[in-house]
């Protein structure tokens, strides 16, 4: 079935192929994806199928061990890559624990030049990499950026267009792959702008005019600036009649680009051929593919953003334990979107903010309903905050809905636009703490440390579905910039939720449980795990903990632990998220501050490393977050749990029904 890929261990292979054989192996590649990935591993699906072509042309064409050099954006496209790299074998542990990650990882590859899973940062390190083969006169090697036009909305892409630019003499390769999507389709005007030219009419109107070009290797160029003025010139000019109607390329030329297509990505021959011509072109050069997102797999035309990425098979997960013994409620995704159209529906200033993460955040479903209140901003972070900033200053009350990781693109508007004059924007940070598959690019497990760093922002997080709810409810009122952190993972089945009798107050926490052996201090996901852990230390050692679901990492409810950390023989705080300027930081420096003795306290936290993939529950038992891995800290420094048969099950010894 695969009798050609079978012979692909290695790039060098691909060279032993004709043309037309290339075009077969494309199709083997697609097959073997969809087979693994739907069938099994889950994955991002649709950008690897768009991008089998293009992949197999590239390392065609090009050399890239240690010649040429390969940078994908976001790296979600790579799995044919991964399958031409001598990874074939093991695709099968795609995302899983100790198996391959599902974006590009040097440790995996030489072929893999860097490690990535945010936007829009390809063209900036291709071209550095383009700067220095000038730099050292490697004039025959060339530097190759592959993005999405989901990824080039990203400011930094945008910067880095600007920049290359106006550079000669270096081989730069921009491959833009235009499938007209990013997540789900794609907005913005970059968007419209493409979709203009998707016809096959505009295809060779505009290859004509590339192929003219190429004759007469235009060296002219210029930045934004005058691009922008210089394309609503030709606009303009194409309105009254004056000149033909611009072609793609218009944008990308007028930055100084050489402008090749566009052209068909699903055609390796159209791809060789263009490469080759615009191999000898001497200044940076856009090639611009036209591709469909999910090709070959069902339903590509009508349905391809529900495939962007595949979930995993149940057959890799069902072995696994439960999170925590009440785990097993809604998303609290789910559980954000059931609080955000409340809040819609009760104040009509309420507005949503995301970037290009309808379909992850939920708020697809938002703005079914609320059109003119939810807005998408494409992939631009930055942009996204500051942009609340503006809808909050003129009389609107944004949330601010973004992953924790990728909020780390907007640290310097946290502060400014943020944080600066205290505009009160409500950030709902999901997917914070440790992700699963997607792994280290994407656990969010940085937010306490780059927010609670900032004067005047109130950090904040749920113990359940419940508290979510009512944290954002208190959140969007509130006059001061608010960010609510929570995971992916399901809330605590409701009928096992603790009572939720004591209202949300800025800064004060709730004591769950109290006894006199010792306290555990938990901070938003890790309260019903540290419960377990109570129930357990009684239930095996007969030790009596406090237990505090500390609600606001910033500020900390002061006068509440001050006391508790000053009767405990020992406390411990519980938190997803790296120890370093986290929750249990913040604990240690109110107790440095207060005179207070710091020796008994024991952070239990993320260390100072990057966490890998796997699924959430087995990186959780990695970290020692999982219940029994937070037992077993306890154990140890207590001195308790000899028995071994409990310390060699650690997962199952604290699941409960
Ligand atoms: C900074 C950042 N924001 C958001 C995301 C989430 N994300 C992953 S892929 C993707 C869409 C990318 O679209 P495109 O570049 O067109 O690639 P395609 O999947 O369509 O091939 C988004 C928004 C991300 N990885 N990085």
């Not at 004059?421 to 709902?428: A, E, G, S």
């Amino acid at each position: 079935m695969y009798e050609l890929l079978e012979t692909i261990n290695e790039p060098e292979d691909l060279k032993k192929l004709s043309v037309d054989e290339l075009e077969t192996l494309s199709k083997e590649i697609r097959s073997f994806i969809i087979e693994v990935v739907s069938g099994t591993t889950g994955g991002h699906l649709g950008s690897g199928l768009g991008a089998v072509e293009l992949t197999v042309a590239l390392h065609y064409f090009f050399n890239f061990r240690n010649h040429d050099s390969l940078v994908f954006d976001v790296g979600h496209q790579c799995y044919p890559h991964k399958v031409i790299t001598g990874r074939r074998d093991k695709l099968m542990k795609l995302r899983q624990h100790h198996g391959l990650s599902g974006f590009p990882d040097p440790v995996e590859s030489c072929f893999d030049l860097v490690k990535t899973g945010h936007g829009g940062t390809s063209l900036s390190t291709a071209l550095g990499m383009a700067i220095a083969n000038k730099l050292a006169g490697r004039t025959d090697r060339t530097s190759v950026a592959v993005i999405g036009d989901g990824a080039l909305q990203e400011g930094q892409a945008l910067e880095a267009l600007n920049h290359g630019g106006d550079l000669r003499d270096l081989k730069f390769l921009v491959v833009l792959n235009d499938n007209a999507h990013g997540i789900g389709p794609a907005t913005g005007a970059l968007a419209s702008y493409f979709s203009k030219f998707r016809t096959s009419s505009a295809y060779m109107g505009a290859k004509k005019e590339a192929k003219k070009m190429l004759k007469a290797l235009d060296q002219g160029g210029g930045a934004i600036g005058r691009a922008i003025h210089d394309v609503l010139d030709h606009v303009k000019a194409a309105a009254h009649g004056l000149m033909p109607a611009p072609h793609p390329g218009v944008l990308f030329e007028e930055l100084g680009y050489f402008y090749y297509g566009p052209i068909d990505g699903h055609n390796v021959r159209e791809i060789v051929d263009a490469l080759e011509n615009v191999s000898r072109v001497p200044k940076p050069v856009v090639l611009h593919l036209i591709t469909t997102k999910g090709k070959g797999f069902k339903n590509e035309d009508e349905d391809f953003y529900a495939h962007h990425a595949a979930g995993t098979h149940q057959k890799v997960t069902s072995h696994l334990p439960r999170e925590y013994s009440r785990h097993g409620g809604k998303p609290y995704t789910d559980v954000f979107i059931d609080e955000t159209f409340e809040l819609m529906a009760r104040d009509e200033k309420v507005v949503a903010i995301t970037a290009a993460m309808l379909q992850g955040t939920g708020l697809q479903k938002v703005l079914h309903k609320y059109p003119d209140r939810v807005f998408d901003v494409g992939m631009a972070e930055q942009h996204a905050v500051g942009f609340a900033q503006g809808l909050r200053l003129a009389g609107h009350k944004p949330i601010c809905a973004i992953y924790s990781t990728f909020m780390q693109r907007s640290v310097d508007q946290l502060f400014q636009e943020i944080a600066l004059i205290k505009t009160p924007v409500l950030m709902c940070l999901d997917r914070a703490g440790l992700v699963g598959p997607d792994g280290a690019t994407h656990n969010g497990v940085f937010d306490i440390a780059y927010l609670g760093m900032l004067p005047n922002v109130v950090l904040c997080a749920p113990r359940d579905g419940t508290e979510l709810k009512r944290m954002m409810r208190w959140g969007i009122e509130h006059n001061e910039p608010v960010a609510v952190r929570f995971p992916r993972t399901a809330a605590p089945r409701p009928e096992l939720e603790l009572p939720a009798d004591q209202p949300i107050e800025r800064g004060r926490c709730e004591i769950l449980r109290e006894g006199p052996d010792g306290a555990i201090l938990a901070y938003g996901s890790m309260v019903y795990h540290a419960l377990d852990v109570v129930e357990q230390l009684e239930k095996r050692h007969g030790k009596r903990f406090t237990l505090v679901n500390a609600r606001f990492a910033k500020p900390l409810d002061e006068a509440a632990l001050g006391p508790i950390i000053e009767k405990a023989p020992v406390v411990f705080t519980v938190e997803e998220h790296v120890r370093h300027g986290g929750f249990g930081s913040i604990v240690l420096e109110f107790c440095n501050r207060s005179l207070l003795d710091a020796n008994k306290l024991v952070i239990l936290a993320i260390d100072d490393r990057f966490v890998d993939h796997g699924q959430r529950v087995q990186v959780l038992e990695d970290v020692n977050l999982h219940p029994a891995g937070i037992l077993r800290s306890i154990e140890q420094r207590l001195g308790l749990g000899s028995d071994k048969a409990h310390a060699d099950a650690p997962a199952k010894a604290v699941r409960v029904g």
